[in-house]
């Protein structure tokens, strides 16, 4: 028979919840969660700099951030190394792609912020587990969380398209079926009520082509 409490001993992130506020030191000065208020956020972590596939991601979100940026979204990536070795691994990229990315990397040395938002499995030895990504609304809610394996890199289009679907469907009118593209119509949300249903009976199911 248990006869304590059941409580988590570390706050973690959760989808349409608050994000876990942050402040922390990175390649561009300290970054704030409260100072992209505002804004679309996507935060994404990787488990260590210079390992290959860490790098080409980074590589195309750097080519990518301009896209983000016209869409009112900001990047910010995380690392569990220091900053001195993001800004070494930022020189390294530069020198053998041309590109250096502008966005910030923030430390985690302490896994803290990793912890926070459920990067890490419990009992973990690494930081072999921290390789996700959040997207943060402009009240500062979380609005989708991915998570790959550290053998796997993530489609910086993808991750775009995510952005955009969940910008379009921010009002709760309609929803983004799958492979939805900006553009594309928005699906009518399923109806939850008795009269809601009533309603939607012999209309289409798209939200007048909605984007």
């Known amino acids: ?49 210079f390992t290959p596939v860490c790098t080409s991601e980074f590589v195309a979100l750097a080519r990518a951030s301009g896209n983000f ?48 938002y459920g990067m890490v499995h419990p009992g973990a030895s690494t930081t072999a587990t921290v390789r996700s990504v959040f997207v943060i609304d402009p009240d500062g809610v979380l609005r989708a969380m991915v998570h790959y394996p550290i053998n796997v890199g993530r489609s910086v289009g993808e ?27 928005l699906l009518t949300p399923a109806p939850d009520t008795a009269r809601a249903l009533s309603s939607a009976k012999g209309s289409s199911w798209y939200a007048g082509g909605a984007s």
């Open 159 to 185: 991750l775009l398209r995510l952005v955009k679907a969940l910008q379009a469907t921010a009002d709760g009118r309609g929803v983004a079926g799958e492979g939805w593209q900006e553009g594309d119509p």
């Open 69 to 116: 940026q016209a869409i009112g979204c900001d990047l910010i990536g995380l690392s569990v190394d220091s900053v001195y070795a993001h800004l070494a691994w930022l020189e390294r990229i530069e020198a053998d792609f041309g590109i250096r990315p502008a966005f910030p990397l923030i430390e985690d040395p302490s896994l803290a912020i990793s912890r926070a």
């Open 1 to 49: 028979m248990f006869d304590g409490d059941i409580r988590e001993p570390t706050p973690i992130a959760r989808l349409d919840e608050p994000a876990p506020r942050f402040e922390a030191r990175s390649t561009t000065g300290t970054v704030r969660l409260d100072d992209h208020r505002g804004r679309w956020i996507m935060l994404f972590a990787h488990p260590a700099d």
